[in-house]
């Protein structure tokens, strides 16, 4: 069995350990799916090139369909990167979406579901990248899952420590708004891994399609710990 089954069986088999990343009730809140792929027609360079016209076009997404919250983008394969210099390499470009992304306003509290303590955080405060970051490390029995919180608030890094403990349900963290956290429309990009390789305060939110199947080995769906129920507009 690999890392990823082990993972989700003691999840499920420790409930009681799991805590809302959002403030969030499956009985009254709705999700809204985004499609970042080429195939969401809506999604012209004008759009998601100014920041402002792309958060009025989540806003009204999330408004229209009576969402609290827009999820989406677990190994989804995106466009919207193509006029975002920071995920281009020489090379293949990095399209492929590592994370969830969680729409939602600037200000937004963020908690961390599990016990744990901070592995470590930085302002990653280049344009289109994470901005001010957080990784927390949890230890379950004798395994190790990191989880990381990107497109915070200023606010959340102030007082850290490296080492400091937090408890399942803490806050950490708020999302930040777009003037801090890389130029994007405010939300959290949400993304578990099991292995840092050595990195701290940032770990690739995006790879490229053909690392695809290097990078599915050490990053699991981050709905193993979010449970969200299916959104509106997902199909069955
Ligand atoms: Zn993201």
């Known amino acids: 069995m690999d890392a990823t089954s082990r993972l989700a069986i003691w999840l499920n088999d ?31 360079p004008a759009l998601v090139n100014d920041t402002a016209n792309f958060s009025a076009w989540v806003n009204k997404k999330l408004a229209d ?31 492929l979406h590592l994370g969830v992304d969680i729409w939602s306003d ?10 744990g303590k901070i592995h470590s955080f930085k302002d990653n405060a280049n344009f289109g990248d994470y901005g001010p ?6 230890h379950l029995n ?17 007082g850290l420590t490296i080492g400091m403990p937090v408890t399942s349900g803490q806050q950490i963290a708020t999302f930040g708004t777009a ?12 993304q578990l891994m099991l292995d840092m390789e050595g990195m701290a305060g940032d770990y690739f939110g995006a790879c490229k399609l053909s690392e695809k199947e290097r990078y599915l080995k050490n990053i699991p769906d981050p709905q193993l710990l979010l449970r ?3 959104a509106v507009n997902e199909s069955a």
Request: hydrophobic share 30%; with cysteine.
């Open 179 to 190: 003037e801090v956290n890389g130029n994007w429309p405010p939300h959290l990009h949400f």
């Open 106 to 115: 600037g200000g937004t509290p963020v908690y961390s579901p599990l016990d």
């Open 133 to 138: 970051t957080i990784i927390v490390e949890h």
């Open 65 to 95: 369909n009576h969402c609290r919250y827009g999820i989406g983008g677990y190994m989804e394969l995106r466009t919207i990167y193509d006029n975002r210099e920071q995920f281009d390499t020489t090379d293949e470009p990095r399209r």
């Open 142 to 158: 004798e395994r190790t899952l990191y989880s990381l919180y990107g497109h915070l608030s200023r606010e959340s890094l102030a």
């Open 14 to 44: 420790h409930p009681q350990h799991i805590s809302n990343v959002v403030d969030y009730n499956a009985a009254t809140d709705k999700l809204f799916k985004f499609d970042l792929t080429k195939s969401n027609a809506e999604l012209s």
């Open 228 to 230: 969200f129920a299916k």
